[in-house]
């Protein structure tokens, strides 16, 4: 684990591998925060969770933000939901990174958090590590805390709230080759109405919307930064026909993967 503005050379690097998590505390407003192509405009004291998916770019000199980065071998989200609780709400449960702010009280929380991190990574002694693994962990539950409490109307049924998490987890790992909510109401073991209408009692999108956002980060993410082909990109994404690919594409981005691609470089 290591905390960095990116500005370094050593931190500049971090933005460029591929397994990290970072967890990133915004200091001061930022206009333009380049996220998978997207734009993020970020006010002071919000906290942007990226997972090791997201290409991120960052200006070259000192930013106003200070990260968390980890990786899957200091702590892994998936291997250990069951102590977190994060996987669908905090991480792998938008097609966006999630962004929260925190009121006066739980900010103070999170920079006594940030503190003995940087704290530990200064004095690096023998229990260092489980110390950082503790303090990520506590980081991690009270962010999800406060998104479950913030998403939860008072009384609302805590178990129809795990359906929509759930329903995000599977999303997340098999979107390349399940389009169709029929073939995530099977893995549920529930019906195609029964998670459509939890989720328009619960939530502000649609199943379909869910999967359809996620298939098209990931293309926009491939279009942009990998070197795949239009047809690479439709057969890795699960389509038999890159026709139909690109009409998928050009529904959500109202460009055709070319004209998205050559219009995002023309703006570099």
Same mark, same amino acid.
């Given at each position: 684990?290591v905390?960095?503005d990116?500005s370094?050379?050593d931190?500049?690097?971090?933005l460029?591998e591929?397994n990290l998590?970072?967890?990133?505390?915004?200091k001061?407003?930022?206009?333009?925060l380049?996220?998978?192509?997207?734009?993020?405009?970020?006010?002071?004291d919000?906290?942007i969770?990226?997972?090791?998916?997201n290409?991120i770019e960052?200006?070259p000199?000192?930013q106003?933000i200070?990260?968390?980065?980890?990786?899957?071998?200091?702590?892994?989200?998936?291997?250990n939901?069951?102590e977190v609780?994060?996987?669908?709400l905090?991480?792998?449960?938008?097609? =966006?990174?999630?962004?929260?702010m925190?009121?006066?009280? +739980? *900010?103070?929380?999170f &920079?006594?958090?940030?503190?003995v991190?940087e704290e530990?990574l200064i004095e690096?002694?023998?229990?260092?590590?489980e110390?950082l693994?503790v303090?990520?962990?506590?980081?991690?539950?009270i962010?999800t805390?406060?998104i479950?409490?913030?998403?939860?109307p008072?009384?609302?049924?805590?178990?129809?709230?795990?359906?929509?998490?759930?329903f995000?987890?599977l999303v997340e790992?098999?979107?390349?080759?399940?389009?169709k909510?029929?073939?995530?109401a099977?893995l549920?073991?529930?019906s195609?109405?029964t998670?459509?209408n939890?989720f328009s009692?619960? =939530?502000?999108?649609?199943?379909l919307q869910v999967?359809? +956002? *996620?298939v098209?980060? &990931?293309?926009?993410r491939?279009?942009?930064?990998?070197k795949?082909?239009i047809?690479d990109i439709?057969t890795t994404?699960g389509y038999?026909?890159a026709s139909?690919?690109?009409?998928?594409?050009?529904?959500n981005a109202g460009?055709?993967p070319?004209k998205?691609?050559?219009?995002f470089?023309?703006?570099q």
């Amino acid at each position: 684990m290591v905390l960095t503005d990116f500005s370094c050379a050593d931190g500049r690097n971090l933005l460029e591998e591929s397994n990290l998590y970072k967890i990133i505390w915004v200091k001061k407003d930022i206009d333009s925060l380049l996220i998978d192509g997207c734009t993020y405009t970020l006010k002071k004291d919000e906290f942007i969770f990226c997972t090791p998916l997201n290409v991120i770019e960052i200006a070259p000199t000192r930013q106003a933000i200070v990260s968390v980065v980890f990786n899957r071998e200091f702590y892994c989200i998936r291997d250990n939901d069951d102590e977190v609780s994060c996987n669908g709400l905090l991480f792998y449960g938008s097609s =966006s990174p999630v962004i929260i702010m925190p009121d006066a009280s +739980e *900010r103070k929380i999170f &920079e006594q958090i940030y503190a003995v991190i940087e704290e530990e990574l200064i004095e690096r002694n023998r229990s260092h590590g489980e110390m950082l693994r503790v303090m990520l962990k506590r980081l991690i539950i009270i962010s999800t805390r406060l998104i479950e409490t913030r998403s939860r109307p008072q009384g609302e049924a805590s178990d129809r709230l795990e359906v929509i998490r759930a329903f995000h987890v599977l999303v997340e790992k098999n979107f390349k080759t399940h389009h169709k909510l029929t073939n995530y109401a099977i893995l549920m073991q529930k019906s195609p109405k029964t998670i459509s209408n939890i989720f328009s009692e619960h =939530s502000t999108t649609t199943p379909l919307q869910v999967i359809n +956002e *996620r298939v098209f980060v &990931e293309a926009r993410r491939l279009l942009l930064y990998s070197k795949k082909s239009i047809v690479d990109i439709s057969t890795t994404l699960g389509y038999k026909d890159a026709s139909h690919f690109s009409k998928f594409f050009k529904r959500n981005a109202g460009l055709s993967p070319i004209k998205f691609k050559n219009k995002f470089l023309k703006n570099q």
